[in-house]
């Protein structure tokens, strides 16, 4: 698959593409599907979920599916009701309600690695299949905040006010998150992203302390490649390495050679066309991927990808460009 062989830094004729929520609004089948299944309800058919999973391969020449689902879905798995209004709505939390949260239940998310398996069923040779979950303080973030926030200060005030509180509550989402990770490897994932939306926001030192330890705790044990992506932070690049991750995912903000330098040649790195691209048209999509393509400069580990998720009003022809700038026609 050559998105394992890119993980393993092994040379390839081009890079592998997939894209940030790739199944999703952006695709008419995808919104014609939810017309008859609320989002929660398609998440939780097995069925559904892996037909949403596979449109975006049906469609365009991608070397990795993802498995549709979201970053609050396992948090069901420890007792949490969530909504999506279309983003998470939930009661909010204080820190020690969320450091006793019970222990995560596998029986509780079932459904996950039943869709896994149907997606595995059909899946072309050759695409990987991409398991994934929030990162911990990612998570927390949501949590404090029961939705959405543009500052997050309930995580950053929980963070000063009692570090050692914060630090329970992120090893027991972490623990629960690396279980989750190993259910879908399980299940027939063959790599794991671990999405850190919020940590951008963090200082480098408060990264360091808190969200750091928590993304590695999530990771270490897993028996696949792992991707850990946090976009909106610069500052933090130099700091990647010390998730132990095998890859490293970057948003649009820095020039893809200038990000990789910062994070060590060492380790693979996927992205990073900014997803305003899309937007445009095929004449301006094709020269902006080229250029992504030329800051890799066809070294070995390197993964095609937006730098954030597609936006909604992406026409499908843009994507359909994108992918066929960086692939060619085949597969
Ligand atoms: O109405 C709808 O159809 C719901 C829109 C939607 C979709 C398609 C949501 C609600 N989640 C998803 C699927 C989803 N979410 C995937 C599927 C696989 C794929 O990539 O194709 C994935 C990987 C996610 C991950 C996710 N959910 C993240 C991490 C990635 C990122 O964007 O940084 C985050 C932050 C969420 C929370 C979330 N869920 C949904 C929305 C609209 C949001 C963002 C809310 C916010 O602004 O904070």
């Known amino acids: 698959m050559r998105l394992l062989q890119a993980l393993r830094r092994e040379?390839?004729?081009r890079p592998p593409i997939w894209f940030m929520?790739?199944?999703g609004r952006y695709l008419p089948e995808y919104m014609?599907?939810?017309?008859q299944h609320t989002f929660q309800e398609?998440?939780?058919?097995?069925?559904v979920a892996a037909e949403i999973t596979l449109q975006p391969i049906r469609r365009f020449n991608l070397d990795a599916a993802i498995i549709f689902s979201d970053i609050m879905t396992p948090l069901e798995a420890m007792g949490l009701a969530v909504e999506f209004d279309p983003g998470p709505k939930l009661e909010p939390m204080t820190i020690q309600d969320i450091a006793r949260l019970p222990d995560f239940d596998p029986?509780?998310?079932d459904f996950v690695a039943e869709a896994i398996d149907k997606v595995r069923v059909e899946l072309p040779d050759g695409v990987a299949l991409i398991g994934f979950a929030g990162a911990p303080i990612t998570l927390l973030a949501y949590l404090l905040e029961g939705g959405a926030s543009k500052e997050f200060l309930a995580l950053r005030g929980a963070l000063k006010k009692d570090p050692a509180l914060a630090t329970e509550a992120l090893c027991k989402v972490g623990k629960a998150m690396s279980a989750y990770l190993q259910l879908q490897v399980d299940a027939g994932a063959n790599t794991v992203q671990l999405f850190d939306s919020w940590a951008g926001i963090l200082s480098v030192d408060d990264f360091v302390d808190f969200a750091l330890p928590a993304?590695?705790?999530a990771?270490?044990?897993?028996?696949?490649?792992?991707?850990?992506?946090?976009?909106?932070g610069p500052q933090l690049l130099p700091h990647f390495d010390g998730v132990g991750a095998t890859a490293y995912g970057v948003d649009w903000r820095l020039p893809l050679g200038e990000a990789w330098k910062l994070i060590g040649e060492e380790h693979p790195i996927q992205g990073n066309l900014d997803p305003a691209v899309l937007l445009t048209n095929p004449a301006r999509i094709r020269p902006a991927v080229a250029e992504v393509l030329a800051e890799a400069g066809g070294r070995p580990g390197h993964i095609f990808n937006l730098g954030h998720g597609?936006?909604?009003?992406?026409?499908?022809?843009n994507v359909a460009a994108m992918v066929e700038t960086v692939t060619g026609k085949d597969r």
Request: aromatic content about 6%; hydrophobic content about 35%; charged content about 25%.
């Open 11 to 13: 040379p390839l004729d």
């Open 21 to 23: 929520r790739q199944a």
């Open 32 to 35: 014609e599907l939810r017309e």
């Open 42 to 47: 398609a998440v939780h058919s097995p069925g």
């Open 107 to 109: 029986n509780r998310v």
């Open 215 to 217: 993304a590695r705790a």
């Open 219 to 232: 990771l270490e044990y897993q028996t696949v490649p792992t991707i850990y992506f946090a976009p909106h």
């Open 310 to 317: 597609i936006n909604r009003h992406s026409p499908v022809e």
